[in-house]
């Protein structure tokens, strides 16, 4: 299950582009009004991440810090301001902030601190469950994958970088990541092994199929993408 992340902004517009943002980086995405819808959600339910966009609401956003704090302190706490001002960011590190981001910022430097703070706090997908994108399927219990209904023949190296694709999905892996995550043990210094898997992979994953769901991310790495009809 992907990591949920709680929003919490009074500006509908914002919401909504920081919400679509986020779910096209495959994580789920829950939206409050105000500090109260925000509390009330708490009261029942936990989050991985708490997103706050501050305006002009410090002392609100600063209750809803506290109360994060006593219901869950590993829970991470990323605020939006509209302030540069170094003792209006300060203020937030202070009250409990583990990130401060002033607004107007690149999509992808915010993307890429809200995966940097959920790696930091240990917070990944379920890899226990078996994960659904799109028409696949990979279950890691039995080690089985399909797509569209129809079973893939892998070989356990093949699911291993697939599965490690699928936990970190809509994101990009570095060749030098995979190798230390899939290869472990028999680290290879050599990246083109990763690229003759992958291309293992494309065969009996993507042929034939109208989206393909691994990509090549230029320079990077690689990344296992949802089809947009089920972002």
């Not at 109208?210 to 296992?224: A, C, D, P, Q, V």
Request: hydrophobic share 35%; aromatic share 6%; net charge negative.
């Amino acid at each position: 299950m992907n990591p949920l992340i709680l929003l919490v902004d009074g500006n509908e517009a914002s919401a909504t582009t920081y919400t679509r943002q986020l779910k096209q980086e495959g994580y789920q995405v829950v939206y409050a009004r105000n500090v109260a819808e925000g509390e009330s959600y708490l009261d029942e339910n936990s989050v991985n991440l708490l997103l706050l966009n501050m305006e002009n609401e410090q002392a609100n956003t600063q209750g809803l810090i506290r109360i994060m704090q006593q219901n869950d302190p590993t829970v991470p706490m990323f605020v939006m301001t509209s302030s540069d001002d170094e003792n209006h960011i300060v203020s937030c590190f202070e009250q409990g902030a583990h990130d401060v981001i002033v607004q107007p910022f690149s999509p992808k430097v915010f993307q890429a601190r809200v995966a940097n703070l959920l790696r930091i706090f240990g917070t990944e997908r379920d890899v226990k469950r078996p994960i659904q994108a799109g028409d696949l399927h990979i279950d890691s219990g039995s080690r089985l994958v399909s797509r569209g209904g129809q079973k893939l023949e892998l070989t356990p190296k093949e699911f291993d970088l697939l599965f490690h694709l699928a936990i970190h999905l809509n994101q990009v892996c570095s060749r030098q990541q995979i190798l230390k995550d899939v290869w472990k043990h028999d680290y290879i210094v050599d990246t083109n092994v990763v690229d003759v898997y992958i291309r293992h992979l494309r065969v009996k994953v993507d042929k034939g199929q109208r989206f393909k769901m691994i990509r090549t991310e230029r320079g990077i790495g690689y990344s296992l993408r949802t089809p947009p009809e089920v972002e």
